[in-house]
Each structure stands twice: as structure tokens, then as C-alpha cells.
Nanobody, 122 residues
């Protein structure tokens, strides 16, 4: 089994910054794509940013230039640096990871964290 634990959420004023962290533990040989998603009340969960094991990144248009995703493969961790936060960024942020469990595995299982609340006040 694999666990993803997020941290770093909180309350911040518009224009401020937060850094989210997500650490994976358990039966992990390697982590493939890792990403951050968010969901606000009444809306569908949406992709914020993702990063491959090689470091290629992809961002939602709404966060380009403000958010930066990074990862530390040695620590099985992914981060999201959020700058110039706006009230529209208020949501529960979820970490997602595609986990290859064993060296012999030719597949990856999909896991989600429990979410961390980010609230941006105007």
C-alpha cells in the first residue's frame, strides 16, 4: 500500500505565497507522473500542475507564471510553490502519484492524498 501525505495549506492574503508538500511512502519502486489537483465547492476537480519523473512539467493556464511544481525523487516528494495567490485559488489541493510498486512491475497504480485546504482572502 502507498500513502500520500500533503502539508503546507492554510490561510493567506491575496498576493501572498504558500508552498505545498506531498510525501509518498509505502511499497514504492519508483514514482512516475506526480501532480497537484484542486477542487472548490460546486466545481469539478481540476489539474493544477504535473511533473514527470524526468522533470517535464505541465500547468493549468490559470496558474502559469505563478505556480511552480518540483519534485525530489530521493525523498519521493512533490512540491507546489504558489505565488501571487488570488481568491480564485481557494480550494482543497490534492496530490496524485502514479506508483510503480516493484522493479518487476510493468504497470503503475494511481494514488491520491487526503487533501489540504488553501484559502486566499481578498
Amino acid at each position: 500500500q502507498v500513502q500520500l501525505v500533503e502539508s503546507g495549506g492554510g490561510l493567506v492574503q491575496a498576493g501572498g505565497s504558500l508552498r505545498l508538500s506531498c510525501a509518498a511512502s509505502g511499497s514504492i519502486f519508483s514514482l512516475n507522473v506526480m501532480g497537484w489537483y484542486r477542487q472548490s465547492p460546486g466545481k469539478q476537480r481540476e489539474l493544477v500542475a504535473q511533473i514527470t519523473s524526468a522533470g517535464s512539467t505541465n500547468y493549468a493556464d490559470s496558474v502559469k507564471g505563478r505556480f511552480t511544481i518540483s519534485r525530489d525523487n530521493a525523498k519521493n516528494a512533490v512540491y507546489l510553490q504558489m505565488n501571487s495567490l488570488e481568491p480564485e485559488d481557494t480550494a482543497v489541493y490534492y496530490c496524485r502519484a502514479a506508483v510503480r510498486p516493484f522493479r518487476s512491475s510493468d504497470y503503475a497504480n494511481d494514488y491520491w492524498g487526503q487533501g489540504t485546504q488553501v484559502t486566499v482572502s481578498s
